[in-house]
């Protein structure tokens, strides 16, 4: 998995031809230390320097995909040393993410809702729910011989988990059944940017009536430090009454593959995905 644990921003003023002084960042990122990730944050904002100094355009948005996605582990899973089964990781906006290396999750994105006066029945055959014709359709994508996967109803749409056996990130394999059910092509690349299998595990802040959190990882002030502690604490208090997701069906046989047994514990667990509660 490319999930980064050192993280270090270089940041400085420079001068553009023009006579304008930008000021530029660039982070750096290492596995295994922040002397590697200084270097090479250092190497990155170089390579920015050098661009302004001749007149030229930045990468627009620093060009995405250009780097791992920026997130704090706060917990390894299983695995051997330096290979762990997966990691817990808090993205941006301060929910706790499974990055599995090869139980495939993939979510899907609500159908859209007709426009006012339009007939499902030319679209799916019948009178029923956008829901349920989704989940009919994802029914029909997954039959065999993709194998075996647990359904769960997000606050968003569907989730799947391929559970007979697992799954290589980034593979044609992979990403050709996540196409073929639909999920986001910016999901489908985040996934192979990060050679892992990404599922939410716990509530988005707004879907429980909290903010963002204060800050971005990694928190040097101990001012934002302390701010994003009492953040977590009363996230944590709000989404303690909600589910991320609920589980559905079974889709295919039910067979668990002993590399996923445990990711589905503790995805089921973490995400309340048994319990009744509502879904954020």
Request: charged share 25%; proline share 7%; net charge positive.
């Amino acid at each position: 998995m490319k999930i980064p644990r050192y993280w270090i921003r270089r940041e400085g003023d420079v001068s553009h031809p023009d006579g304008r002084s930008l000021r530029l960042f660039a982070w750096g990122w290492s596995d295994t230390s922040t002397t590697e990730a200084e270097t090479r944050a250092g190497e990155r904002f170089q390579s920015l320097e050098q661009r302004v100094r001749q007149g030229l355009d930045l990468p627009r948005g620093y060009a995405y995909g250009s780097r791992p996605v920026r997130e704090q582990i706060i917990e390894e899973i299983g695995g051997a040393a330096g290979r762990p089964d997966a990691l817990l990781t808090r993205n941006s906006y301060g929910s706790v993410v499974l990055n599995a290396a090869r139980a495939m999750f993939v979510d899907v994105d609500a159908a859209p809702q007709p426009a006012a006066g339009f007939s499902l029945k030319s679209l799916f055959g019948g009178g029923t729910k956008a829901s349920d014709a989704q989940l009919d359709a994802l029914r029909e994508s997954l039959r065999s011989p993709w194998g075996s996967f647990r359904v769960y109803r997000t606050a968003g749409g569907y989730r799947l988990l391929a559970t007979d056996r697992p799954f290589t990130p980034g593979s044609s394999e992979s990403e050709s059944l996540m196409r073929q059910v639909g999920a986001d092509p910016a999901f489908i690349q985040l996934c192979r940017i990060q050679d892992s299998f990404r599922a939410r595990l716990t509530p988005k802040p707004w879907r429980v009536g909290h903010r963002a959190p204060p800050g971005d990882f990694p928190r040097e002030d101990p001012r934002v430090e302390a701010a994003f502690a009492t953040w977590l604490q009363q996230y944590e208090r709000a989404a303690a009454s909600k589910a991320t997701c609920q589980f559905v069906e079974t889709i295919g046989a039910s067979t668990v593959h002993a590399e996923v047994a445990p990711i589905v514990k503790l995805h089921d667990e973490r995400t309340k995905a048994n319990s009744n509660l509502p879904l954020a």
